[in-house]
């Protein structure tokens, strides 16, 4: 792919960028094609400063965006390209500034049950980063900043606080896990599968907090998933990844409701809907085992591509800028304008500027 | 996926049937199981009726601690201590699976009413080859026979499944977790049972593989005629699958009938407010979650479980529990608002909350509905369990499946102070 200068489309700095970053995993010290494993390659992603938005990044198994929230939260370092937050590269900041991105960076992780640890009451959880960034004074203002903070996510704290783990359910742990992130005044929030181990009927309603901090507190949400159902209802934008790269990328009204890469449509049309009249079709879905004799060095979903070109098997595709909210790496789009990775934030469309709904 | 209801078809591979004067291969009557635990029984499946014909489809949907996964059990008598079933019982033909002696039990399993168990990925033996995984089966059952014949069926049902005959010849550690599960399915069919139930068959594996392995589901249970009891928290995956439902709340069956009519015309208040709770792609809109929390099965709110979540709820909701009666054609529902109502009448003004109101106004009205006693009785559950050493966890949820950041990343988060 040939490298373009970065657009400066915004003049503003984003508030954080992912810039073509590349993730190796090596097994064993000798480095051979099968002992590298590439986990994520050349992708690019941002959120600007100056408004707050909502971001998905959508993909099944395997596809990297564990990855990505990992290398976003400093847990591991690219093997190439960068990430940016205010501009500063996260891997070089000085002490105060890993701080600050410490506090300004929010996770909130998959599972309810493993982040807390089971010797501990609740309130464990929320005072300790209260302590380490010096967020409050005494005891007192302590007390009242987790009590402000519960009751935001809608959670009593005289029926929270003091409690042990076990006692809550998991849905009202996942609930304090928002509280404590939102404690914490960030700018971000990364949250990782937040609510595929909680059961349905609570589901809703943290979905509905997430969207919330988004749209009342001005928090920008980072939202990592498998289910494109809830990235449709909570995002405004979407990054789709297959086997580490950005398959399509753009708005949610774009890339769900009328998905153009073959991946993408795939995983859409496999999404069991409750509608009755979107059955799933009859058709032979063609599969991964029928083409594993032939290695790809080119688009990683060509073996279970029906419409694989000869081009596909040998070359990575570039993103090609199909409309101005979308953008899909496919050379059945080769007609359209090439998009440098780093430009992907091009196809991301501010909040409230929702693209006319299709279909 | 349109298969009629009645017709059965038959393959080459399918056993007759005897004929019976009732057309229902699978019938449950009044069944209940209950928990022992050291504060009092607790009714994990309680007074559940349904009845299914041979080709037909039922999604059993239910949420964590619906009791779901313990009918899928008592289905297939597997109930373990401090598990029982207390009473009731499952016909499969006419015959009461829970009066049957232990080897009559033995010869029945499999071969009449057989079991795809939840996490593919456990169930099989990583040590023997797939092809002596399902001879096992078959040989325990029907007997020796000669190899040649044994391959043969091993190949064929391998390719009912959709794998290659390579596969025959493979490890479990060799496969993909689509295709360990479709293995674990044509084991799970190798003799052509009369009724399949599939626990959760899905839940760890990708949308697309879920599909592939839920087609490939629906296709053996067409070519053998049998009856398929799917159980799941999906509601999609239901609604694509099944040709009837039953919805679970507490253990109790709380709405029973035709996917398309319960999906479109639901009676029950907790049918209608979990359909409107989940996120859907033809539009987006408020989410709206149920207020309060399931129950707690140890401290029951008295009358009907969901009252204290309903919006509907009248009096006698808190006083007596409702039983189920029939609520249109072959329609089953267990609510206090029939017969006197035809239909279930729109949600009261006071639970469509206002979508602009800030997020604490919305979440103080959704904590007022919190019935009390729920974290208590569990915490003394909890505790009680822990002392006896017994392995069973505290309430959560099993729809897991998609790796995420792991506890080590975590440790990493709290060590660098966070």
Same mark, same amino acid.
């Given at each position: 792919?040939?490298?373009?200068? =970065? ?28 002992? !590298?494993? *590439? ?22 198994? #395997? ?18 390209? /960068? ?13 105060? /500034? ?26 464990? *959880?929320?005072?300790? $980063? ?23 996510? #809608? ?14 359910? #998991?849905? /009202? ?31 809703? @309603?943290?979905?509905?907090? &997430? ?31 297959? !086997?580490?790269? *950005? ?14 890469? $073959? ?7 496999? =999404? ?46 570039? &993103?090609?800028?199909?409309? @101005? ?6 050379? &059945?789009?080769?007609?359209?304008? *090439? ?6 934030? /091009? ?8 693209? @006319?709904?299709?279909? | ?7 059965? %078809? ?52 239910? +949420? ?17 201590? %401090? ?28 071969? +009449? ?197 309903? %919006? ?59 019935? %009390? ?46």
């Amino acid at each position: 792919m040939a490298e373009q200068p =970065i657009p400066t489309s915004s003049a503003e700095t984003p508030l954080l960028e992912l810039r073509n970053v590349t993730k190796v995993f090596q097994s064993g010290i000798r480095k051979t094609a099968t002992s !590298q494993t *590439v986990a994520l390659r050349e992708a690019s992603l941002v959120v600007p400063s100056g408004f707050p938005t909502a971001t998905a990044v959508a993909g099944e198994s #395997g596809s990297g965006k564990t990855t990505m929230a990992r290398l976003l939260l400093g847990f591991i370092k690219p093997t190439s390209g /960068q990430i940016l937050y205010k501009g500063v590269d996260i891997t070089k900041m000085d002490r105060e /500034q890993a701080r600050a991105y410490r506090r300004e960076v929010q996770p909130i992780f998959q599972d309810p049950f493993e982040v807390y640890n089971p010797f501990y009451r609740v309130d464990h *959880v929320l005072t300790t $980063p209260l302590r380490n960034f010096g967020l409050a004074k005494d005891e007192k203002e302590m007390r009242r900043r987790m009590e402000e903070a519960l009751e935001m996510v #809608g959670l009593r704290p005289r029926e929270t606080l003091g409690r042990y783990p076990h006692e809550l359910s #998991g849905g /009202q742990r996942q609930r304090i896990m928002v509280a404590r992130a939102l404690m914490l005044r960030p700018k971000i929030i990364m949250a990782d599968e937040p609510v595929s181990m909680v059961d349905a009927s609570l589901r809703a @309603t943290i979905l509905d907090e &997430l969207r919330k901090l988004n749209t009342e507190f001005g928090i920008s949400l980072l939202y990592i998933t498998h289910d494109l159902t809830t990235a449709y209802q909570v995002c405004d934008n979407i990054v789709v990844l297959y !086997q580490g790269s *950005v398959t399509e990328a753009g708005s949610v009204e774009r890339v769900i409701r009328d998905p153009k890469h $073959p991946y993408t449509q795939l995983l859409v049309s496999s =999404i069991p809907q409750t509608d009755r009249s979107q059955r799933w079709g009859d058709d032979e879905i063609p599969t991964a085992e029928a083409n594993v004799g032939r290695a790809t060095t080119g688009c990683r979903f060509a073996p279970r591509c029906a419409s694989a070109m000869e081009t596909c098997w040998s070359e990575i595709p570039p &993103l090609f800028h199909l409309d @101005t909210d979308r953008a899909a790496s496919c050379y &059945l789009y080769r007609d359209a304008p *090439v998009l440098p990775s780093e430009g992907i934030g /091009q196809v991301f469309h501010r909040p409230h500027e929702t693209p @006319t709904p299709v279909g | 996926m349109n298969q009629p209801m009645t017709t059965v %078809p038959a393959t080459d591979l399918a056993t007759p049937a005897p004929a019976t004067a009732s057309s229902a291969v699978l019938q449950v009557q009044d069944l209940q199981v209950a928990y022992r635990t050291p504060i009092g029984d607790v009714r994990a499946v309680d007074h559940v009726s349904f009845s299914l014909e041979a080709g037909q489809r039922l999604g059993l949907i239910g +949420e964590s601690g619906s009791g779901k996964t313990t009918m899928a059990t008592a289905l297939m008598r597997l109930t373990r201590p %401090p598990g029982r079933i207390a009473g009731g019982r499952v016909l499969l033909d006419g015959t009461d699976l829970l009066q049957l002696d232990d080897n009559a039990l033995r010869r029945v399993r499999l071969r +009449e009413i057989a079991l795809v168990p939840q996490g593919a990925m456990n169930s099989l033996n990583p040590v023997m080859r797939i092809e002596d995984q399902m001879i096992d089966a078959i040989v325990a059952h029907e007997g020796r026979q000669s190899r040649k014949v044994l391959a043969t069926r091993v190949t064929q049902q391998l390719a009912r499944v959709g794998l290659a005959p390579q596969v025959a010849r493979r490890y479990p550690h060799e496969l993909s977790g689509g295709m360990k599960q479709r293995t674990v399915m044509a084991i799970s069919t190798v003799l052509n049972p009369k009724v399949i139930v599939a626990d959760e068959p899905t839940s760890a594996l990708d949308v697309v593989v879920q599909r592939q392995v839920m087609q490939t589901l629906g296709r053996i249970q067409e070519g053998i005629g049998s009856a398929v009891v799917l159980i799941g928290h999906d509601m999609g995956l239901i609604a694509q699958f099944a040709d009837l439902i039953g919805v679970m709340y507490a253990g109790r069956l709380v709405e029973f009938g035709p996917v398309d009519d319960v999906l479109t015309s639901p009676r029950h208040p907790y049918t209608r407010m979990l359909i409107e709770s989940i996120p859907k792609l033809t539009a987006k809109g408020r989410l709206v979650g149920i207020p309060g929390l399931p129950p707690a099965l140890l401290a029951l709110p008295p009358g009907c479980s969901f009252s204290p979540r309903c %919006p509907y709820v009248f009096e006698r909701c808190t006083t007596e529990a409702p039983v189920s009666q029939s609520v249109g054609p072959s329609r089953v529902a267990a609510c206090h608002l029939y017969p006197d109502r035809a239909d279930l009448p729109p949600l009261p003004a006071s639970v469509v909350l206002d979508p602009t109101a800030p997020l604490a106004v919305v979440a103080a009205a959704m904590e007022g509905q919190q019935e %009390p006693g729920r974290a208590e009785a569990e915490a003394a559950l909890a505790d009680e369990l822990a002392a006896e050493g017994a392995t069973q966890t505290a309430a959560g949820d099993s729809a897991a499946g998609v790796t995420g950041l792991a506890q080590s990343d975590i440790h990493e988060l709290t060590r660098r102070g966070h």
